[in-house]
């Protein structure tokens, strides 16, 4: 499975930003879809996934500005509002089969300006 990530840019503070995750190749092995994003050289940091099933998770820290959706069979969405500047990162989305392989998409850069 190869996954493209898209949706990044330059934002103001307080606006929205919506991320796509597109997915090619065996799309019917994929049971989850996560979004993360790395800032500088820090640890990727997980924000959201969703399962084939529908369930969803996210992290704590950013629950209450993301929320990550299905648009079709191909893609998955990551919708964040009122943008920080401490949200500048790459973002990344992750897929991964029921036996636990996975794979990466190659990151969308997202700037937040202050």
């Known amino acids: 499975v190869q996954l493209q990530a898209s949706g990044g840019g330059l934002v103001q503070a307080g606006k929205s930003l919506r991320l796509s995750c597109t997915a090619s190749?065996?799309?019917?092995?994929?049971?989850?879809v996560s979004w993360y994003r790395q800032q500088s050289e820090n640890e990727r940091e997980f924000l959201a996934s969703i399962r084939s099933t529908g369930v969803r998770k996210y992290a704590a820290s950013v629950r209450d500005r993301i929320t990550i959706s299905r648009g079709n069979a191909e893609t998955v969405y990551l919708q964040m509002d009122n943008l920080r500047p401490e949200d500048t990162a790459v973002y990344y989305c992750h897929q991964e089969d029921s036996r636990g392989r996975g794979s990466w998409g190659q990151g969308t850069q997202v700037t937040v300006s202050s």
């Open positions: 190749g065996s799309i019917a092995s994929i049971d989850t």
